[in-house]
């Protein structure tokens, strides 16, 4: 029985381990440009050197794919600090329509 535990236990480590694999934080950017393309979700870029960790094809832009969950708050966040040049962090994993794909968001206080 312990052997069975123990092999879980390593295979669901492993699984952890390479489902982020490819996730990357990106901090400390401010808000340059921001357009909503009502069939392909919002897409904006920073005033900071672009980040694509992953090599998207299209790596002009950041992209949030049309109906994630928190699209619509997502996009409030970002047009608020763009608004107030607020900093923000996001974390990309993948690409989504060959841009950096954002899967999570925060606006810095």
């Not at 982020?20 to 934080?25: G, I, L, P, R």
């Not at 921001?34 to 090599?55: C, W």
Request: with cysteine; hydrophobic share 40%.
């Amino acid at each position: 029985m312990q052997k069975i535990v123990r092999a879980l236990v390593i295979v669901g480590v492993c699984v952890v381990s390479f489902s982020s694999a490819h996730a990357y934080t990106v901090g400390n950017k401010t808000i340059k440009s921001l357009h909503v393309n009502s069939s392909g979700g919002i897409y904006f870029t920073t005033n900071e050197a672009m980040v694509n960790p992953d090599s998207c094809l299209n790596g002009g832009f950041y992209h949030v794919a049309r109906a994630t969950d928190y699209e619509k708050e997502i996009f409030a966040m970002l047009l608020a600090a763009k608004t107030t040049n607020t900093t923000v962090t996001f974390w990309l994993d993948g690409c989504q329509s060959n841009y950096p794909k954002v899967t999570w968001f925060r606006s810095e206080p």
